[in-house]
C-alpha cells in the first residue's frame, strides 16, 4: 500500500501530465493550417470514416489525417497534410475489395519506426458482404518512405485481430 506522500506524488504527477502533452502540440496557426488542408483534401462527395486528427510524427513533424469514403465506397481512403506548407498527400490503397467488405475505422494511432519517426496505425473492424461470419478486426501500418507513406505488409499483418491501440502497441514492438 503506497504511503499518503507516495500517494501525493502519483497524484501530482497525474496533474503534470496533461502539460507534457501540451508542449507537444503544435502551434495553433499550424494546427489550423493543416486542418484546413486536410479537410480541403477530401472529396465533396465523401463521408468521414473518422474524425480528423492532427498527429505527432516525431521527426517529420505534425501532419493533418483524414480517413473517408465515397458514396460507394465500402473501404476507406485517407489523406494526410504535413509541414508548414500543409503538403498533401494520400494513403495508399487499402487491399480489401471495394463492396466486398464493410470496414469501420475505429482507432488512429502512432507508433515509434526504426527510422526514429512515427508510423501511422489504423484500426478498423470489417464485415465480409454476403458470409454471415462474425465481425473481424485488422489494421493498417503507414511508414513514410521519404515521398510517399506506404503500407508496411509486415506489420499490417501483425495487426490481425488487434481490437485496441494497446493490442496494437504489443503487436508491433
Known sequence: MPSRRQTLALAAAALLAPGAAL?????EALRRTLMSA????????????????ILDLGRLGFAGIALFADEDQT????VTAMGPRAQIDTLPEVF????RFEMTVEAVLTVPDAAGSKAIVVLYSYY???????EG??????RWGGNEWLIDERATGNLAGVRNAA???????
Do not use: D
Request: aromatic content about 6%; overall charge positive.
Open 137 to 142: 478486426h485488422a489494421g493498417y501500418l503507414y
Open 96 to 99: 480489401e475489395i471495394n463492396g
Open 128 to 134: 465480409i458482404n454476403g458470409t454471415g461470419q462474425a
Open 38 to 53: 486536410v479537410r480541403r483534401a477530401v472529396p465533396s462527395t465523401a463521408e468521414l470514416k473518422h474524425p480528423v486528427l
Open 167 to 173: 493490442q496494437a502497441r504489443a503487436r508491433l514492438r
Open 75 to 78: 473501404t476507406f481512403s485517407g
Open 23 to 27: 508542449a507537444a502540440a503544435p502551434p
